[in-house]
């Protein structure tokens, strides 16, 4: 039989995914099993492994590699830049993903993904069954949200490096949604939740044919404001407030219904003449207690 | 009669797109041109944008062979600017990844050059091996590439008992590698001496930084000129070579595995215990530089700060940034044949050579040869 040639394409990235991919040839891998090689012409190869997100400068290069692929030309975006632009999406020297440029059949995420999902990938875009490795002892994954105590206060959202984590407000629910197609598998989030309610879970992710698709995210339930009516805060949160107010001070527990009232006031609400004044009582209220 | 070749785009093994103008008069190389920027992520303006916190993250992602050395410069400068002090364990901890990180990059860069000198066998030999040792990252860091393990004020995960103990026994393990390389390299010693010349004063005239630099005699290492990290606590020698050669380059290398091992082992001894992080605190206005001794040589952070969680410049000179210019001296009066290992001797972070444009000086006409056609000497 002959071999499949695969050429490896480097339009932006940071070597990681690169340096992996020649991992990938080390024998315990078993790329050879897949009957491929890399091959260093275009030519001579009908898979593309594409690393980096598309610089500027690069996607010339990148749509002229595609051209002289052989058939059927199948290609694998592997890494987070490849896929979504990692944290580089904001950048003057980007203008659009991989898949903007030229067609990607198979989706390999991580940063850098291991040579085991890049193998993997091979397999799934050549239609072989790939073989499943478990993580090792230690692995940093995908966050996994633990949809009972997120609270959808967002704070990992502020830190995500790379934008990974979306807050979509709608009119009941906030949506807290992680896309892996960017996650870099950092462990900010994890590490900024005030809840504990991210974890990172010990596993490889599989390869994908819609970057889209994979993620996982939670739905939280969003407070009205009681001037006006809009909602504006999840009520988990509002709870979680008051819970590490009363449980910090144990002397506001008498006040826990009213300081819970006050914040449930919207921000533009909280201007108004009325609600200062019932501020301002409470405030006199809280300093009451303590002394 | 003349040409110029542009030794343009990709390779699988060689990493980097970059483009080199190569002007060639019988076989031999005149001049040397080299066109950067394919890769160009535009890094430092990104910094701008995002927090302190977050550009750790950012400053790991310039490279993924340097990835503790750009974020361990990036924290030291920061954390020089907070005024914090991390603690002893910490840096241990920085030392010990640094270490390990500049193992895995020296041999992926032996492994790379008997690929280009053809010898397939003990690149793969290399690179199986060198698999051992990226295992211990998945336990030390949580990834195999891009660790995560740095953070203002100390380190995000401690070494566990049994990572330090895995560690250990690995070490003898990488000295045998390291005896098996330096054999091979003996035996190709031939193909190797005498190439890619860079004198001691031309060395230092184009300021080149690392390993480059002290294969051409010079006695230079950050990690001894200006400890940082837990660098202070150990005892090595920065290795040189005179040969002023590839050879030369190689033997560095590969001698610094066996220091870094003595390094690793030497940490591994004296970790004291305590905390692995301190809080920062908010960022104060003004200005600071840090250096490390990355697997390349030389990286610099300059980072100024307004008194904002963002910093207001973040500018950084990497070691290929000096190294790659002096590729002109090296190729000069040069065969053309020994082009990729010339240019793979340097260890650049933004390479790649495959497929070159040869034009006649005369009549200006292209035409493609592809390196493997190179190595072959047909071009």
Redesign the interface.
């Known amino acids: 039989m002959k071999e499949i040639g695969i050429y490896r394409l480097d339009v932006g990235s940071c070597n990681g995914c690169d340096i992996e991919v020649l991992s990938a040839l080390a024998p315990r891998f078993g790329l050879a099993k897949l009957g491929v090689k890399f091959v260093d012409e275009p030519s001579e190869a009908s898979v593309l492994l594409v690393t980096g997100v598309p610089t500027v400068k690069m996607r010339e290069p990148l749509k002229q590699v595609y051209e002289k692929l052989r058939d059927p030309k199948l290609v694998v975006a592997v890494g987070a830049c490849a896929l979504a632009g990692e944290a580089f999406e904001d950048s003057y020297s980007i203008d659009g993903m991989t898949d903007e440029v030229i067609r990607v059949n198979v989706y390999v995420p991580g940063c850098p993904p291991s040579p085991q999902a890049i193998v993997g990938a091979l397999a799934e875009a050549l239609g072989i069954k790939p073989k499943v490795w478990s993580a090792p002892q230690g692995f940093r994954g995908y966050p996994q949200v633990d949809a009972e105590k997120c609270t959808g206060c967002g704070a990992c959202e502020q830190v995500c490096p790379t934008r990974a984590i979306e807050l979509i407000d709608g009119e009941e629910k906030r949506t807290v949604k992680f896309k892996y197609e960017k996650c870099i598998s950092c462990a900010t989030c994890e590490e900024a939740c005030p809840e504990d309610a991210i974890e990172m879970a010990a596993e490889r992710p599989p390869p994908t044919r819609d970057r889209k698709a994979i993620g996982t995210s939670v739905e939280v339930g969003l407070a009205k404001c009681l001037d006006c009516g809009t909602p504006f805060v999840p009520s988990r949160q509002l709870r979680a407030l008051s819970d590490r107010i009363v449980s910090n001070v144990g002397e506001y527990k008498a006040l826990r219904d009213e300081i819970e009232r006050a914040a449930s006031i919207c921000a533009k609400c909280r201007g108004e003449i009325e609600n200062l004044r019932k501020a301002k009582v409470l405030l006199l209220e809280l300093t009451e207690a303590l002394s | 009669m003349s040409k110029v070749i542009m030794v343009g ?5 060689l ?3 970059e483009l080199y103008e190569v002007t060639v008069r019988d076989k031999k190389i005149v001049d040397v041109g080299i066109k950067q ?7 430092e ?2 910094m701008e ?3 302190f ?3 750790i ?2 400053a790991e ?5 340097c ?1 503790q050395a750009h974020s361990c410069s990036y924290c030291q400068t920061v954390e020089g600017l907070f005024g914090v002090e991390i603690p002893e364990r910490a840096s241990y901890i920085r030392a010990l990844v640094f270490e390990l990180e500049r193992l895995h990059s020296h041999y ?1 860069w032996l492994a790379l050059l008997f690929h280009t000198l053809g010898d397939e066998q003990r ?2 030999k290399i ?2 091996a ?2 051992r040792l ?2 211990l990252f ?9 660790y ?1 393990i740095n953070a203002l004020g100390g380190v ?1 995960r401690d070494l566990k008992p049994e ?1 330090a103990r895995r560690v250990k026994t690995l070490l003898p393990e990488l000295e045998r590698l390291t005896e098996d390389i330096m054999r091979a390299l003996k035996s190709a010693a031939p193909k190797l001496e005498g190439k890619g010349p860079l004198s001691k004063e031309e060395a230092l005239a184009y300021g080149v930084v690392g390993p480059v630099l002290r294969a051409s005699g010079v006695k230079s290492d950050i990690r001894r000129d200006d400890p940082y990290a837990a660098y202070g606590e150990v005892d090595f020698e920065v290795i040189t070579e005179d040969g002023c050669d590839v050879l030369a380059r190689a033997l560095v290398r590969a001698r610094e595995t066996h220091e870094s091992a003595d390094i690793i082992q030497q940490l591994l001894g004296g970790l004291p215990a305590g905390d692995i992080k301190t809080e920062v605190g908010k960022p104060p206005a003004g200005e600071e530089s840090g250096r490390v001794e990355a697997p390349r040589g030389e990286l610099i952070y300059f980072i100024r700060s307004n008194g904002s969680n963002i910093p207001e410049r973040v500018k950084l000179r990497p070691p290929t940034y000096m190294n790659d210019r002096a590729v002109v001296e090296m190729l000069r009066e040069q065969e053309l044949i020994d082009l990729p290992v010339i240019l793979e001797s340097l260890d650049r ?1 933004i390479s ?1 050579t ?2 070159l444009t040869v034009i006649d000086e005369r009549t200006g006409k292209r035409r493609f040869v ?3 056609d190179l190595k072959r000497g047909t071009s």
């Open positions: 785009p990709y390779h699988p093994a990493l980097e797109p920027g394919y890769t160009h992520r535009g890094i303006r990104l944008t995002k927090s916190h977050q550009n993250i950012l992602r310039i490279c993924g062979l990835s992926m690149f793969i690179i199986d060198r698999e990226m295992d998945e336990l030390v860091c949580g990834n195999r590439v891009h995560s995000r990572a972070c790649c495959n497929r592809s390196l493997t």
